[in-house]
């Protein structure tokens, strides 16, 4: 991460520690650890050090130099500068909030996140204008995990998953393919094989209310297709 930083670039800083003549600070974006100088603080005595820093506060500052320690100078830096980066900061900020909280309901492990997040800041510069993109139904290449995570973007609604096993059986003759006319009865779910006679069934819905019950509906249709030509069949939730 240290080699992501570049000397020159603006950075956000929280203050964690005050000294006679130095402020101990902690890269937000980068979650680093940065020094500042008294010398580098543009128009402060060192007796003035603590009425003008505060701890917690956050700074810009423009890095000046990059060892096991990120050192930071203020002098250079415009209002405008610091105006701009700060709100930057913010609205990164909130994008990454956002993003994590609408993973988390998808239960999307906090690894595959934090590595999702860091590979479209790389990308796109930063994960703001990543969702900015998708958000105008651009394809910015989210991983298969990520795909209802993305179609949620795109639409601004979350898209509810419920499923199912679905057991069909017929001692007939032609059982394979009464089983089969009894899947194709199923229009509006996502039929995956288990092994043997079993299948597994999901409905995709925006309608929590009624995804269970229409589930429900549409495995019956097959069992009851399959019970009129000599089967059975058995359904539950999963």
Partial sequence: MVNKVRIGELVVAE????HSNSVELNLAEY?????????NIPGL????LKKNIKKGQLIV??????DHIIEISLKGVSKNSKEKKLKEYSVEKK????FKRVCSEYKIKDKLVEEEISS????????YEALERLRKREDIGLKEEFSEVGTRFKTGEKTYEFKGELELHS????GVDLIKESLNELKIVEITYI???KFLVKLKTKNPKKGEKNLVKEAEKAISKIKKCGGVGEFKLT
Avoid: H
């Fill in 15 to 18: 203050v964690k520690e005050i």
């Fill in 120 to 127: 479209l800041k790389e990308r796109f510069g930063s994960l």
């Fill in 31 to 39: 979650n680093l650890k940065g020094f500042l100088n008294v010398s």
């Fill in 95 to 98: 994008a990454v909030k956002m």
């Fill in 61 to 66: 500052g423009k890095v000046i130099k990059i």
């Fill in 195 to 197: 092994g043997s006679t």
């Fill in 171 to 174: 001692n007939l003759g032609n």
């Fill in 45 to 48: 005595w060192i007796r003035d």
